[in-house]
């Protein structure tokens, strides 16, 4: 029997373990879950939404047991109160849409003909979830999932194991019926055989863009929809007329909460040459003040990375770049709490370029770079030098210049003076290796829907 293992970030030690499924047991959790599909989506509309919003509503209550247990599991300090602010923010906004989001397209309704589009359910909805923000990750698509009308199975990461669990106690709890929202353990061969199978009418998988490329090869043929939120490099640019202050405080914070690990984090900041000398002294301070350490101290503001494996491809990164002329900023003796594995301190490079990994692939840990430019023309050229395109975050007090630039950068979204955000109004999409599709706000409801059009004829004369 194969176990799923969580390895806590903050002592090293096993913290949680499951059996995984085998695939005859996984196969029957998708029987079952199709099995309660059609009734599920026969319930009206309203019933649904609400059932969703009492479960995440039940989640919140569960808040003293989720928070110290998502510490253990992904290191998040405790002093944060876990995920619920963009987890309820998420919730509320796709139940406000869900009405108008699945409401029927009407071309035509006279005396002699009917004629709409109306959104159906796909079926079966299977939703691969990473650790790094576990809860809000997965709620972007269970729950419009649910409303939609789909059954939902989940399968979280390894590391936040007993998130999917949690999550469906919750829903369960509130009256969502088992088998329509389903927590499984899985192994990547279970995984890839179930989707190979088209056991799924669609899967969401937001993780690695080598794993997205392993979702996608095991669908290859089935024509299975996909969802594929992959990584990121995220850039933001200062321009000379931002509001310094308000431009270091936003990415640092993007670079360095959560130690990091966020998927539209910054990872790589070009400053126009008249404020970047003192947009890097100001940085350097601002992480200066973090306090390292064990995320169940509450003075604790950054914790261990996720998985020492993690961590140690920071360091890698960072060794990389110094070797070929890159200058540390950040003093390491102000960080005693870093061990050389899973506890890093952060760090702000500078004299980096492109030639460098550390500007180029993801690092996902506490630590950017920063660059000099002297135009848009360069900076533009710098931000769209990558194999990512999740966000960019501009900083300027000009709306039209920063228009201007962002329809030439290759990214899902462009942010001014804010980063590091999902707005559930808008579509949470990527190009390039990010992936492709789109969640959260409208389109998200159509993306977890398929389109049936009816032509009716009223009069046959
Ligand atoms: P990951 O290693 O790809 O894992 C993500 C999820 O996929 C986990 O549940 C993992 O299960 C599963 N998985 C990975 N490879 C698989 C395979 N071959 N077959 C079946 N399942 C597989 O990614 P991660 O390290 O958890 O997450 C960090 C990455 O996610 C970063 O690259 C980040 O940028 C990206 N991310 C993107 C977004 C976005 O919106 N674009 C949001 C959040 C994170 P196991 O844990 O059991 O291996």
């Keep these: 029997m194969t176990m799923i293992t969580c390895v806590s970030p903050v002592n090293g030690e096993v913290y949680a373990e499951r059996p995984a499924l085998s695939l005859d047991a996984a196969k029957d959790v998708v029987a079952r879950a199709r099995k309660a599909q059609k009734d599920w989506a026969r319930r009206p509309l309203e019933e649904r939404v609400q059932l969703v919003l009492k479960g995440a509503a039940r989640l919140n209550e569960m808040a003293d047991v989720v928070v110290p247990e998502l510490a253990w599991q992904m290191g998040r300090p405790i002093k944060y109160g876990g995920e619920y602010r963009g987890f309820n923010e998420r919730s509320n906004y796709v139940a406000s849409i869900a009405a108008d989001a699945l409401s029927p397209m009407v071309v035509e309704d006279s005396a002699n003909f009917a004629r709409r589009i109306e959104r159906e359910p796909h079926g079966v909805v299977f939703v691969i979830a990473p650790w790094n923000y576990p809860y809000m990750t997965a709620i972007n698509t269970v729950a419009p999932a649910l409303m939609a009308g789909n059954t939902v199975i989940l399968k979280h990461a390894s590391q936040t194991l007993l998130v999917g669990e ?44 080598q794993g997205g490329r392993s979702i996608e090869r095991a669908a290859a043929g089935t024509f299975t929809n996909l969802g594929l939120e992959l990584g990121g490099k995220d850039p933001g640019y200062v321009m000379e007329d931002a509001d310094l202050d308000a431009a270091v405080d936003t990415l640092m914070d993007g670079a360095t909460y959560n130690s990091g690990q966020c998927c539209c984090g910054i990872e790589r ?41 993690f961590a140690k491809v920071v360091r890698e990164q960072i060794a990389d770049a110094v070797a070929k002329g890159a200058k540390a900023l950040v003093d390491p003796k102000l960080f005693p709490a870093d061990d050389g594995g899973a506890y890093l301190a952060p760090q702000i490079l500078v004299d980096v370029n492109h030639s460098m990994a550390f500007m180029r692939e993801e690092t996902f840990g506490p630590a950017v770079g920063i660059m000099k430019v002297k135009s848009d023309a360069e900076a533009l050229e710098l931000m769209n030098d990558s194999p990512y395109g999740l966000t960019a975050s501009l900083w300027t007090k000009d709306v039209e210049r920063a228009s201007r630039i962002g329809r030439d950068i290759e990214t899902g979204t462009v942010f001014m003076n804010r980063a590091d955000y999902l707005d559930p109004a808008l579509c949470w999409t990527g190009v390039k290796e990010t992936g492709r599709g789109g969640s959260l706000s409208v389109i998200g409801f159509h993306n977890l829907t398929r389109p049936k059009s009816y032509h009716l004829k009223k009069v046959t004369a």
């Design 166 to 209: 949690r999550l469906v106690q919750a829903f369960v709890e509130v009256g969502v019926p088992a088998d329509v929202f389903q927590n499984v353990y899985l192994d990547h061969d279970t995984t890839s055989t179930l989707i190979a199978a088209g056991s799924f009418n669609f899967v969401n998988f937001t993780g690695s863009v």
């Design 269 to 309: 900041i070009y400053v126009h040459e008249s404020l970047y000398d003192a947009f890097v002294e100001k940085s350097v301070a601002w992480v200066s003040n973090y306090k390292l350490g064990n995320p169940l101290d509450p003075e604790t503001t950054l914790g261990p990375m996720a998985n020492k494996r």
